[in-house]
T-cell receptor, first 111, second 113 residues
Framework: NAGVTQTPKFRVLKTGQSMTLLCAQDMNHEYMYWYRQDPGMGLRLIHYSVGEGTTAKGEVPDGYNVSRLKKQNFLLGLESAAPSQTSVYFC??????????FGNGTRLTVT | AQSVSQHNHHVILSEAASLELGCNYSYGGTVNLFWYVQYPGQHLQLLLKYFSGDPLVKGIKGFEAEFIKSKFSFNLRKPSVQWSDTAEYFCAVNAEGYQKVTFGTGTKLQVIP
């Protein structure tokens, strides 16, 4: 049972490049989330999904897009990366209000 | 909207000292409350949770938290910390009817041997 798996683990982008972060969960969870973690700011919600085919904006959605075409996968896209998007990105999943299960994170640096 | 405040950003304790980390939330209705821990270089893991019932909640590794509704607080406690408790601790809230979980800014705990 892998839980929540994020790929890649590390990535360096140049300003203006695009990329997609993949999150996969094998727990049949309905809810999935993307957070970014920055020093002194805790975790801030980027986008989330409450089921296959649905997505919604969180606190800091600008510059990001997401898709949930399959229940087990939640993709986070950066169309044109900016240095302000340098961060550690965490994916999480849950059943409703139950505790979140987190992936191991993706460390993204934008130069 | 729900929000969470953690008062202490950085706490330094000696081993065997007692720990209390503050957490206050703002939401007038029913809430689910959580404490997560993040060890260096790792992802967040659940320490304990409160959904309903006994306001004193016991979690893993000797941690406990008390929900005080009148104070909108959910403080984390441990009677005697160990060096291995060095980590960052996050309080989180999920208000009933909301699909989102909101995190506090975290408290870094450093335990000195």
């Amino acid at each position: 049972n892998a839980g929540v798996t994020q790929t890649p683990k590390f990535r360096v982008l140049k300003t203006g490049q695009s990329m997609t972060l993949l999150c996969a969960q094998d727990m049949n969870h309905e809810y999935m989330y993307w957070y970014r973690q920055d020093p002194g700011m805790g975790l801030r919600l980027i986008h989330y999904s409450v089921g296959e085919g649905t997505t919604a904006k969180g606190e800091v959605p600008d510059g990001y897009n997401v898709s949930r075409l399959k229940k087990q996968n939640f993709l986070l896209g950066l169309e044109s990366a900016a240095p302000s998007q340098t961060s550690v990105y965490f994916c999480a999943s849950s059943i409703g209000a139950s505790p979140l299960h987190f992936g191991n994170g993706t460390r993204l640096t934008v130069t | 909207a729900q929000s969470v405040s953690q008062h202490n950003h950085h706490v330094i304790l000696s081993e065997a000292a007692s720990l209390e980390l503050g957490c206050n939330y703002s939401y007038g209705g029913t809430v689910n409350l959580f404490w997560y821990v993040q060890y260096p270089g790792q992802h967040l893991q659940l320490l304990l949770k409160y959904f309903s019932g006994d306001p004193l909640v016991k979690g893993i590794k000797g941690f406990e938290a008390e929900f005080i509704k009148s104070k909108f607080s959910f403080n984390l406690r441990k009677p005697s910390v160990q060096w291995s408790d060095t980590a960052e601790y996050f309080c989180a809230v999920n208000a009933e009817g909301y699909q989102k979980v909101t995190f506090g800014t975290g408290t870094k705990l450093q335990v000195i041997p």
